[in-house]
C-alpha cells in the first residue's frame, strides 16, 4: 500500500484556511461583525444636587464632577437629554443641620430631592428620574437606616424607607432605587406604591451591593463620609468574597416584585453581572461607581491612560458581560465621545 499523501487543503478551523485578522481588515468589516454596541441609550448620568441657588461645587475626589444646585441642575439634565441619555438618577445633598439619627428629612414632601425630582420634570419631561431610597444621606450617623442598639434595624428601616419612596413618588420620578440592603424593602415598597396610586412607578433594586472600598469619592460628594468616620456597613452590604448570595438576593427582589436589577460596584464585579443576566435573562444593570471614576478620571488627566480611547473601552466592558445599562459619571462624556465618532 503506498503512503497517504498529505491533504493539499488544512483542516477546517486551522491556519492558513482560516485567518481571524481577515474580519479585522478594515473598518466597515470590523462594524459589521461587531458583537455589542454602545450607544448613548445604554447610559444613566447619576447628579448631585446641593441647596442654593446658581451654584455648581467642584468635589475634589470626582474630578470635573460637580454638585449643582436644581436650577443649574436642570440645564445640565437638559444637555444630556439632548445627547440621548434616557434617565438621571439624583443624589441629594443634605446639610449637616437637617441630618439627624433617624434620617427624618428623607420623608419631608419638599426636601431637596423632592423639589429637584418636580423640577426636572417640568423641565425637562422626556427624561427619566430615578432616586435612591437610602437614608444615608440623612442621617447624621452616614447608615443607611436606623441604629438600634449598635446595630442597623431591618424592619424599622423599611417603614421609614415606605415613607421616602411614597414622597418621591408623588414628586413625580419614574423609579425608585432601594439601595439601603434591608431585607424585605422591595416588597414593601412595591405594596406601599400600589396601595396608594402609583403602580407605574418602576423599582430599579440595588440586588447585590457590595461592601465595597470604592465608594469613598461618592462618600465626599454627599457629605456622609465624616458622618460614617470609621465604621463600615458589613452587616447590611455584602460580602466582596461572594457571587452565589447574589443570585439569592437578585431572586428575593425580583420575587419581591423589582422591575430592574442592579449589581454595585461595576467593573470589579462583572463576573457578577454575567452570572446575573445569565440566571434571570431581566434587566440588568451596573453601576460605575465613583472610584472606579475617581481612579480612571485620575489616571487620564496625568497623561496615563488616553481618556479617548479607555472611557469607551470599560463602558463596552459592560455591556459585553450583559449590562443593559450602566450608571456612570462619564455619560455625558461617553455621549459626546460616541456622537462625534
Known sequence: MS???????????????????????????????????LTAHDFIWPVFVQEGRGKRTLIDAMPEVFR???????????????????????????????????????????????????????????????????????????????????????????EI??????????????????????????????RTLDANGFDHVRILSYAAKYASGFYGPFREALGSANSLGRADKKTYQMDPANTDEALREVALDLEEGADMVMVKPGLPYLDVVRRVKDAF????????????????????????????????????????????GVLSYFAVDAAKRLKAG
Not at 97 to 117: H, P, Q
Open 3 to 37: 503512503p497517504r499523501k498529505p491533504s493539499a487543503t488544512p483542516a477546517l478551523g486551522t491556519y492558513p484556511a482560516t485567518r481571524m485578522r481577515r474580519n479585522r481588515y478594515d473598518a466597515w468589516t470590523r462594524a459589521l461583525v461587531r458583537e455589542n454596541t
Open 68 to 158: 449643582q444646585t436644581v436650577d443649574t441642575l436642570v440645564d445640565t439634565v437638559g444637555e444630556a437629554a439632548a445627547l440621548g441619555i434616557p434617565a438621571v438618577a439624583l443624589f441629594p445633598v443634605i446639610p449637616p443641620e437637617k441630618k439627624d439619627g433617624e434620617g427624618s428629612e428623607a420623608t419631608r414632601g419638599e426636601n431637596l430631592v423632592c423639589e429637584a425630582i418636580r423640577a426636572v420634570k417640568a423641565q425637562v419631561p422626556g427624561i427619566g428620574v430615578i432616586v435612591d431610597v437610602a437614608l444615608d444621606p440623612f442621617t447624621d450617623h452616614g447608615h443607611d437606616g436606623v441604629i438600634r442598639d449598635g446595630y442597623v434595624a431591618n424592619d424599622e428601616t423599611v
Open 161 to 190: 424607607l415606605c415613607r421616602q419612596a411614597l414622597v418621591q413618588a408623588q414628586a413625580g420620578c419614574d423609579v425608585i432605587a432601594p439601595s439601603d440592603m434591608m431585607d424585605g424593602r422591595v416588597a414593601a415598597i412595591r
Open 281 to 324: 435573562g431581566v434587566p440588568t444593570f451596573a453601576y460605575q461607581v465613583s472610584g472606579e471614576y475617581a481612579m480612571l478620571k485620575g489616571a487620564i488627566l496625568n497623561g496615563w491612560l488616553d481618556g479617548d480611547r479607555v472611557i469607551l473601552e470599560t463602558l463596552m466592558a459592560f455591556k459585553r458581560a450583559g449590562a443593559d
